[in-house]
């Protein structure tokens, strides 16, 4: 990594109010360069509080940006950090339309040329997108990271038409701890204890709202571009990585937006900015290669930006299970059209007699972490153990096979009852055993025939299903094999059916893998700076005496059948800011399943936060706690929320909720 300290312009930065349309005013950190002339502004617009969870990530890139003669500007939604107005829904309306009129204040500034961009990783790609399908007239430009195109099935909600446990609940309670935070007194003044009592009033756990919409209905269309891809006029550069999950947005968007206004770009990474040389790597200059991006939208200069490959993807090569890689060897591909002109899908049919695929309740605790952020015990394991809880079919590589894009199965499949999922994962099997989990792929059964409906399988009835995996670019060696592994359960990423410990029969006659086999030849031309940030902000992360916890722990009590997983997400821990803000958090996961009773499952989240600033003798402390069980008919939701201000406790309520299940 290269820490940049001189740039074409000497910069300013100050912390501004923005005006929306209601009076409501936005907190927003701007950098700027210093100049006469007005200069194009872009802007990442997201709820994570600027000025503590984001900001040593600002850091890297807003004060970049600026030197190079952008104006760069950091915004908190409606509701969250020091912005004024209550918190709402995740990507509701409101938070849509103040985007646009942020958009529009920051192009009339006289500091602005009237040209704005956006980017933003996750949330904010996810805002950044879905702000570009309203197409403001100044918005010119965006860069979205690990972002999604559909609300419903890409996202942290359902995968397949099924629940996602694992991030679902877990993105859910992470949401409920995060929006309870209290403003800043440093920022905001006295104001910060009003501001947050009513505040807190507003907040509901969003859980409720998830699983009330578990089909594909108007609730997850709206803010999906998957609706109508025709409504972006902004030029995208769409990225991600294939150990982000995610990543079938870039291949969706270069598929669907006009050639001339979009370029996808695919490497090895997790769920992180691409230069940040967080595992697995090898990182790249991603600064630099989107100021060729905002160079050509908003200045006009021939950057080069668009005489680049469709999509840029990144094939990795084969290599042993692990559950981090600092650098991932492979090479990078440039493809002229998505679907490619390179790419040919090869059928493998799957043969024997037919097979009863019933998997203990705790298949999937090897599946690693749904959400990789780069730490030790994200990715998954040496599956194994997993495949001995599926049925397996392997296929011989006799030549070196690349594959790029999305596999697809059709399983023909006989059910008893009239509720279940498949699951399949493909894993590339090495000469000593070692199985290295490639891609994977979820069918909710009653999501057969689309993920808005809710079609119950007729008992004892055979059909053929067919569903996609997710994306990948991976190179399979000559003498390895490339394992199919059906399961019938995949827990805690997903929430199993009251029916499926009964399982299904799979009939190999009908059924087949599809691989996008790409032709081995790779890009020579295809090349990145090396990684270059500004200078970092000068957090201090605390040395402490105490024994780290493990990330992921499997707990297994053997004369009960009980398997437990526990799961520290580990997003930041304790740090002090340059400006004295000490922050503390504190959170564990966990999840619980009797491996022959699907109705066993439960899954919990605590969470604890702390903002103490000496100098003003402040201290605000959040304790959350989140539940969901289930029987037959319904799921079980409890939450909770503590709030204290020094020792006072100024906030205490608990939701406890039943939903029907309907679908997922």
């Known amino acids: 990594m290269h820490i940049r300290t001189s740039f074409p312009y000497e910069t300013t930065h100050e912390d501004l109010r923005i005006p929306l349309p209601d009076g409501t005013l936005l907190y927003a950190r701007v950098w700027r360069p210093l100049t006469d002339e007005p200069v194009p502004a872009i802007l990442e617009y997201l709820p994570y509080r600027l000025t503590d969870w984001t900001a040593p990530r600002d850091w890297q890139r807003h004060p970049w940006y600026a030197g190079h003669g952008y104006a760069s500007v950091r915004v908190d939604v409606r509701g969250h950090g020091n912005s004024q107005g209550m918190p709402g829904d995740a990507y509701s309306a409101t938070e849509l339309a103040d985007g646009v009129a942020v958009v529009r204040w920051l192009a009339a500034q006289p500091w602005c040329d009237g040209k704005v961009g956006m980017f933003g990783i996750s949330w904010g790609g996810f805002d950044s997108l879905r702000i570009a399908a309203l197409a403001p007239e100044p918005l010119k430009a965006v860069v979205t990271v690990c972002s999604t195109d559909d609300r419903y099935d890409n996202d942290v909600h359902y995968l397949g038409g099924s629940v996602l446990a694992v991030d679902m609940h877990a993105w859910a309670a992470t949401l409920l ?20 009592l009513k505040r807190l009033e507003e907040v509901a756990p ?39 999950p995610y990543r079938d ?105 037919p097979l009863l695929v019933r998997s203990p309740q705790h298949t999937g605790v090897d599946a690693g972490r749904f959400l990789p952020l780069g730490n030790d015990a994200d990715l998954p394991p040496d599956q194994r153990e997993e495949d001995a809880r599926s049925v397996c079919f392997e296929f011989q590589a006799d030549e070196e096979t690349w594959v790029l894009g999305r596999p697809r199965v059709r399983l023909r499949l006989t059910c008893e009852v009239p509720r279940g999922q498949v699951i399949a994962r493909v894993c590339d099997v090495a000469p000593d055993g070692a199985s290295t989990l490639v891609t994977r792929g979820v069918l909710n059964l009653s999501a057969r025939q689309g993920r808005d409906r809710a079609v119950p399988w007729e008992p004892g009835v055979t059909e053929d299903v067919e569903f996609e995996l997710n994306g990948i670019g991976h190179a399979f060696p000559a003498g390895h094999l490339v394992r199919l592994a059906v399961s019938s359960a995949y827990w805690p990423w997903i929430w199993p059916q009251p029916d499926s410990a009964a399982g299904f029969t799979l009939d190999p006659e009908g059924s087949f893998l599809e691989l996008p086999v790409r032709t081995r030849e790779s890009a020579s031309g295809i090349a990145f700076e090396e990684p270059e940030q500004s200078e970092p902000l000068g957090v201090n992360v605390p040395v402490t005496l105490d024994e780290p916890r493990p990330e992921r722990l499997v707990v297994r009590d053997v004369a009960k059948g009980e398997w437990r997983l526990e799961v520290d997400p580990r997003y930041g821990g304790t740090r002090v800011y340059p400006d004295g803000l000490e922050f503390t958090e504190d959170a564990l996961e966990t999840y619980t399943i009797n491996e022959s009773d699907p109705l066993s499952a439960r899954a919990r989240s605590d969470w604890t936060v702390e903002l103490h600033r000496p100098e003003l003798a402040w201290r605000a402390t959040v304790r ?30 608990t939701w406890e909720k039943r939903i029907p299940r309907t679908a997922g």
């Open 177 to 196: 701890a995060l929006v309870s935070r209290p403003p800043d007194p440093r920022y905001v003044g006295e104001a910060w204890r009003d501001m947050w």
């Open 206 to 244: 969003l859980i409720h709202t998830w699983l009330d919409h578990q089909t594909r209905d108007r609730y997850w269309q709206h803010g999906s571009v998957r609706e109508d891809y025709g409504t972006i006029d902004a030029a995208v550069l769409a990225v991600g990585g294939w150990h982000d």
């Open 249 to 353: 947005t870039v291949l969706h968007l270069v598929e669907h937006l006009p050639a001339d206004r979009v370029r996808g770009l695919i490497g090895p990474w997790s769920h992180q900015y691409p230069d940040r040389g967080l595992p697995p790597g090898p990182a790249i200059g991603f600064l630099q290669e989107t100021l060729r991006w905002w160079d050509h939208w908003l200045k006009g200069v021939e950057s080069g930006a668009m005489r680049e490959p469709l999509l840029r993807a990144y094939v990795s090569d084969s290599h042993p299970p692990a559950t981090v890689y600092d650098t991932l060897p492979g090479r990078w591909v440039g493809e002229p059209a998505w679907p490619s002109p390179n790419v040919s899908m090869v059928s493998h049919a799957l043969e024997g007699t």
């Open 624 to 653: 959350t706690r989140s539940e969901i069980s289930c029987d037959g008919t319904d799921y079980s939701t409890s939450n909770e929320v503590i709030c204290t201000d020094g020792d006072e406790v100024v906030f205490h309520r």
